[in-house]
């Protein structure tokens, strides 16, 4: 790979040891893929933020780079394992806070954005069209590449963080247009209106084709949160970082001839497989992805004047919640018992043990509660998951 | 005789030690705990066996990207292997074995090695040594 003098620099450490150890990692990982350059980078979204998903490994290594280390662009964090100023509601022990806070310390210290969320596109990180970034979290991967026209590989955390102390990231994969046409024609042929809808999609064509670059017919129209839920399944079943929706998504492709059908029974399929027949519902939770203020809004509208008389999260980015409250939003959900988790979800909160079934409109949020909380899941539109809560 | 494997250099270094073959990805996140360096995964072949201080021989990486800094804690606390043989690198156990400074090749024909056998690493140059065979 070749080097500006700058990056050479770097890599001999003339700029410190986290941005030596950083650039030593971008740099491996150029060679081996196959990169002939670094390109620079807009922004940074970082996982592995969770002390759940981190252990003490993990908080060391941001602790060494924090010795000194800066971010040199805007970045951002993804949810931790708790909402960092509430987290003694949501039933959080001590010990864990205690590590928690460590973490996102030692963000703060390289003076990374610590509002924690999955959606940093809802909290101005949000670059324009045809800009590289280097982004963790599959979901914002997936709507980074597809919604935004944004282009990123898929980064672990350790290697989101070296872009962001270097404002760097080596070109391959999804950096390169050749690399971004799509590779088969899906042809939806079923109603697809609701989030779960979206979320059964996302499912159903992750299972047909993988990893596959997907042009997607047949959807007439879709919002910002559907395609939110939809980038979250998908890259959830199908490890999928970029698609095409006919219509909808910005960047262009050739359409492939090689196409495969979805149908009205493919999604009701994908849905019996997300609800388990014998859940016995604890928990209910909305936010997976955090809500977008339109998303808050709706749910107060439909908890006004009702009281929940089961455990209820909604999960949300922190600056969409003080939105939120200076418009009474918050307030309305509070007072029907629903509890607002910021800064963390159900899918990364330590909740094994805590709850036996998970109700939700995510399929992502399926996947996670059943894979790492043993949970048995509900998959439904908000409206029933709100009759759920509240009957 | 020695028998030389060529591959690529993944992570530099040099370490000569006992070989631990994997038919099968390991997940360093949740499939091996770092304080024993003991593969947990259930039905995972290696069951059981641990890590520390082998020559770690496994077609591939798999699981949460976590898993580059369980590789790092089990580096921290004396647990990790001391070199590990991909055959095909994939970006957690890459960023793993750099930020340990784990001696790491890949692209090695990873049949040819034999479990319990002596093994060198050359990571600079991207080859392996296996001693004593025929």
């Known amino acids: 790979m070749e080097l500006a003098q700058e990056e050479q620099d770097m890599l001999d450490g003339k700029y410190g040891e986290a941005v030596k150890q950083s650039m030593n990692i971008l740099v491996s990982l150029g060679e081996i893929f196959g990169a002939k350059r670094l390109i620079n980078i807009a922004s940074v979204q970082i996982a592995g933020v969770s002390y759940h998903n981190l252990g003490e490994a993990g908080l060391d290594y941001l602790s060494d780079l924090a010795r000194d280390g800066k971010v040199r662009v805007l970045t951002t964090l993804n949810p931790a394992g708790m909402d960092m100023e509430n987290w003694e509601t949501l039933g959080i022990s001590p010990e864990f806070a205690e590590k928690q806070i460590k973490v996102i310390d030692a963000f703060k210290r390289m003076d990374v954005i610590a509002t924690c969320t999955c959606t940093p596109y809802f909290i101005g990180n949000n670059p324009h069209f045809g800009e590289h970034v280097a982004w963790s979290e599959s979901s914002a991967v997936c709507y980074a590449n597809s919604v935004l026209g944004l282009k990123t590989n898929r980064e672990g955390g350790p290697s989101a963080l070296a872009s962001a102390l270097t404002g760097k990231t080596p070109e391959f994969g999804f950096h390169l247009d050749e690399n971004r046409q799509a590779e088969i024609t899906i042809e939806v042929k079923a109603k697809i209106q609701t989030i779960p809808d979206f979320g059964a999609l996302g499912y159903a064509i992750g299972k047909k084709i993988g990893k596959k670059i997907a042009f997607i017919k047949g959807i007439e129209k879709a919002s910002v949160e559907q395609l939110k839920s939809f980038c979250a399944s998908i890259a959830t079943y199908g490890g999928t970082a970029l698609f095409h929706m006919e219509g909808i998504t910005p960047n262009k492709t050739d359409i492939p001839q090689e196409f495969v059908e979805v149908s009205q029974e493919d999604i009701d399929n994908a849905k019996k497989d997300l609800n388990d027949d014998d859940a016995e519902i604890d928990i209910v939770a909305i936010g997976c992805p955090h809500l977008s203020l339109k998303e808050v809004e709706d749910v107060a509208r439909m908890l006004d004047g009702k009281k929940v008389k089961k455990e209820m999260w909604v999960c949300v980015a922190r600056p969409v919640k003080q939105t939120a409250e200076n418009m009474g939003l918050i307030k309305i959900i509070e007072d029907s018992g629903a509890k607002i988790a910021c800064d963390t979800c159900m899918a990364v909160a330590p909740l094994k043990g805590r709850f036996k079934g998970l109700a939700t409109d995510s399929a992502k949020g399926c996947f996670y509660g059943r894979g790492k909380n043993s949970f048995k899941t509900k998959f439904a539109t908000i409206h029933e998951l709100i009759e759920e809560a509240t009957k | ?134």
């Open chain 2, 1 to 134: 005789m020695s028998q030389i494997i060529e591959g690529r250099k993944v992570m530099k270094g040099r370490a000569e030690g006992e070989a631990l073959v994997s038919s099968d990805g390991i997940s360093f996140y949740g499939g091996v705990e770092p304080e024993t360096g003991i593969v947990v995964e259930k039905g995972h072949p290696l069951e059981g066996q641990c890590i520390t201080g082998k020559v770690l021989v496994f077609p591939t990486g798999k699981g949460s990207t976590v898993g580059s800094y369980a590789l790092y804690q089990m580096k921290k606390l004396g647990k990790a292997p001391i070199a590990i043989i991909n055959k095909e690198i994939e970006t957690i156990v890459a960023v793993g074995a750099i930020i340990s400074e784990i001696p790491c090749v890949d692209k090695i024909d990873i049949e040819k090695i034999k479990n319990g056998i002596k093994i060198t690493v050359e990571a600079d140059e991207g080859k392996v040594i296996i001693e004593g065979s025929e």
